[in-house]
């Protein structure tokens, strides 16, 4: 299908008060998302500065450690196995939780054992740091393939009109995870017993037991939410299940918000006045830890609950995959292929000098990767010519969501990926050296803790609620503009803290407002990569769109720190702002040029619940663009 020159659409904005744009919040769908957000959150920092930490108490090598952080590489090619979460059925699980359940429980499953297998390894030797690497990639593996079903599953969860809710919501839970799997990993183990100078494996075990534990909430969630593209048989039990989960989620997630906002406001008193007040009673501490204890506790009888409790479905959702022939064909064309990359990277690995420089140590590592990539491309090729494969299936996991896009949106999909790929770029690059500069400021890394660790990551919270916040209230590519605004803006910032060196006041300034705008920019940015998901293919277009957001902004960002050496840092901000300007010419012409999602009123809340009918056609009046898109309809209002 050929893409028709677009038009601008004259269609009236309706506009959502602020008053109705928070109301979103409260439906029930944000709930889900929030805590499997948090399910989301917890493994990576399992990967990266928990276990750094970990490795480097237990006498191993900083080389060694680093190496480890290869265990996460499965997020930035997550993209390659999406297709198969899109074309395969789960055995026995699909029919009883549905395609996206199905999955994301054994993601969660996968996760939870790969904590365990590295709890289990006390990496005091480096002849036993093989099985740690394997339970590291296992754990890499798994949680990037939960973030491509919770992705395809927030977006199937709602109409777009909601995205931007859902999006800040997965965004706040996130964080919460990550706080609770970086700075809760650490003080656990601190509490066991391990410190920098008294290494105990024991106090590190029972800690990754600890957070494997924690993943039953995101387990529970799952069993308790719903599949968004099934029928529901049994409305009672699905309505049941909901209604004791969101009691559940009130008696922890209330005084748990209650009780942050206490010690945040503690912690700020104390800091500005320099006091010792205590606004929270020592006294009333163990209370508080028993409470949140004894609930967490309960989390496996809900499970069980809910997995006893749950309502027959019928399964809507096409699958590539229709006999289970193809599935095992499928599943092999992957393994061979991977296999494949493996052979290939180990191979000319063992042919490829040593370079001294760390720049053409980066090119050549960079090439290494790139040509391993393309003998497992290679010979899936090969496979599928011979036939272990039939080439109309083939086409169908990995080729056709990628020519649906093009198909969709024509040469602008071009200026679609540009935006995408160069939209993070000026926080992104200016976060990699961040907590070097504030050492480098003359902070303490108690300072840089309580500011950025705690006060920031509450203010990206905040600022993801903004975001939401806006993108229910204005267009989406108005709120775009802000997030863009804000973000490149907020960096001259640290200018001003360059030529203030130790001042706390004006560090917490720009740490609250950078942070503020990361937060806001993030959501409503996962909102406009939703929007632009196709449903037909959410897994494998929202895998590509997520890898592509963050690789353009990293590869710059490795070269942040030599910026700074020639440049100073002060030029260095500077130029992070620059590069965000040119961000805001390309969202113009996006918005001109093509209509996004249902806040352009693409959509209305009768479109999304009609099976489907007339959603193309009103994307073809909105946008020629879009013609004869053929979309499956999003979940109803």
Not at 230 to 255: C, D, G, H, M
Not at 343 to 362: D, H, K, N, R, T
Not at 490 to 517: H, K, R
Request: aromatic residues 12%; charged residues 15%.
């Amino acid at each position: 299908m050929s893409a028709v020159q677009p038009v601008t659409p004259e269609q009236p904005i309706a506009k959502k008060s602020w008053a109705e744009a928070a109301k979103a919040y409260l439906d029930s769908r944000v709930i889900i998302m929030l805590f499997l957000g948090f399910s989301a959150g917890i493994p990576i920092l399992l990967i990266f500065s928990s276990l750094s930490l970990w490795l480097r108490e237990a006498g191993i090598d900083r080389g060694v450690v680093t190496m480890f952080s290869w265990a996460a590489l499965g997020y930035s090619f997550k993209f390659i196995w999406a297709p198969l979460i899109d074309a395969l059925p789960v055995p026995f699980l699909t029919k009883w939780l549905g395609r996206r359940r199905s999955w994301m429980v054994v993601s969660q499953l996968l996760i939870v054992l790969a904590i365990f297998l590295m709890a289990t390894v006390n990496p005091i030797s480096e002849d036993v740091l093989v099985y740690m690497a394997g339970a590291a990639v296992l754990l890499g593996f798994s949680s990037a393939t939960q973030d491509i079903v919770i992705d395809a599953y927030r977006i199937e969860l709602a109409p777009p009109s909601m995205q931007s809710i859902l999006s800040s919501i997965y965004v706040s839970g996130y964080r919460i995870g990550m706080i609770v799997a970086g700075a809760g990993a650490l003080y656990l183990a601190d509490y066991f017993g391990s410190t920098e100078s008294f290494y105990s494996y024991e106090a590190w075990r029972n800690t990754y037991y600890i957070m494997a534990g924690v993943m039953t909430l995101g387990i529970l969630t799952t069993f308790a939410s719903y599949e968004p593209t099934a029928e529901i048989l049994q409305n009672n039990k699905q309505k049941n299940n909901l209604k004791v989960f969101l009691i559940y989620s009130a008696l922890l997630l209330i005084p748990a918000l209650l009780f942050s906002a206490i010690y945040l406001v503690n912690i700020l008193i104390n800091k500005v006045f320099d006091s010792s007040i205590a606004l929270i009673p020592l006294i009333a501490m163990p209370s508080i830890k028993f409470y949140f204890l004894a609930l967490v506790a309960c989390a496996p009888l809900l499970l069980l609950y809910f997995m006893i409790n749950q309502p027959k479905i019928i399964n809507k959702a096409p699958l590539v995959a229709e006999t289970r022939e193809d599935y095992v064909r499928l599943v092999l064309l992957f393994v061979f292929a991977v296999v494949a990359f493996i052979a290939a990277y180990v191979l000319i690995g063992q042919g490829l000098p040593e370079f001294e420089g760390v720049f053409v140590s980066f090119i050549s590592e960079t090439l290494h990767l790139l040509t391993s990539l393309a003998v497992a491309l290679a010979a899936g090729y090969a496979l599928v010519k011979v036939g272990l494969v039939k080439k109309e299936i083939a086409m169908a996991t990995w080729i056709e969501p990628i020519l649906d896009f093009f198909r969709r949106y024509g040469k602008k999909a071009l200026l679609l990926l540009a935006l995408i790929g160069l939209y993070r770029i000026s926080d992104i690059v200016a976060g990699v050296i961040s907590n070097v500069f504030y050492q480098d400021m003359g902070f303490s890394k108690t300072d840089i803790a309580n500011a950025v660790k705690l006060v920031g990551v509450i203010m990206a919270i905040a600022g993801g609620f903004l975001g939401g916040l806006l993108a229910q209230r204005f267009r989406i590519m108005h709120a775009m503009m802000i997030g863009a605004i804000l973000a490149c803006a907020t960096n001259l910032l640290f200018v001003v803290l360059t030529y203030n060196p130790g001042s706390l006041p004006i560090m917490y300034m720009a740490v609250i407002f950078d942070n503020l705008a990361a937060g806001l920019a993030s959501a409503v940015f996962i909102a406009f990569l939703s929007a632009l998901t196709s449903i037909r293919f959410t897994a494998v277009q929202y895998a590509i769109f997520s890898s592509l957001m963050t690789l353009i902004p990293k590869v710059m960002g490795g070269y942040s720190g030599s910026i700074v050496d020639s440049m100073g840092y002060p030029f260095f901000f500077i130029f992070t702002f620059a590069i965000g300007i040119p961000i805001l010419a390309l969202i113009y012409f996006v918005d001109k040029h093509i209509v996004i999602g249902d806040n352009d009123d693409i959509y209305d809340n009768n479109g999304d619940s009609e099976g489907g009918s007339g959603i193309g056609d009103k994307l073809a009046k909105a946008n020629p663009n879009l013609t004869d898109t053929k979309e499956p309809p999003r979940a109803s209002e």
